[in-house]
């Protein structure tokens, strides 16, 4: 499963850390972005596989930055997107399904459940 890229959007520097471990260790390249305006500045120059943000981002939060990458382009429009959050109210999973996301992991999260994710949505 080499050069599939992922994209992580989170302000926390530590959760960026921890995540970004876990999926070079895997064998992913890994972009960063620390909030949904990085995230989609960079989603516009760089071709990703996947994409995974928390909720709770300043600037732009997770359900907005999804809502943004689904109208973005045909090309990210399928792309999987998982939600790496603290939040687990069915309403707010409702919320982050409605937007378009694929999945939904809570923090904190075990590296083996976050790969187990990433590999049955992307094959």
Not at 48 to 68: A, K, S
Request: net charge positive; aromatic share 4%.
């Amino acid at each position: 499963m080499s050069n599939k890229i992922i994209m992580t959007a989170d302000d926390s520097a530590s959760v960026r850390q921890m995540v970004n471990f876990t999926l070079m260790n895997a064998g992913f390249e890994v972009v960063e972005a620390v909030d949904g305006k990085d995230a989609l500045s960079k989603l516009s120059k760089t071709p990703v596989h996947m994409l995974i943000t928390d909720l709770n981002m300043p600037n732009m939060d997770g359900i907005e930055l999804i809502r943004n990458v689904r109208a973005l382009s045909s090309s990210l429009k399928f792309i999987p997107i998982i939600m790496l959050t603290t939040e687990s109210q069915p309403e707010k999973k409702m919320e982050g399904k409605t937007a378009g996301a694929t999945g939904w992991i809570i923090k904190p999260f075990k590296p083996e459940q976050l790969l187990s994710v990433i590999k049955k949505v992307l094959g």
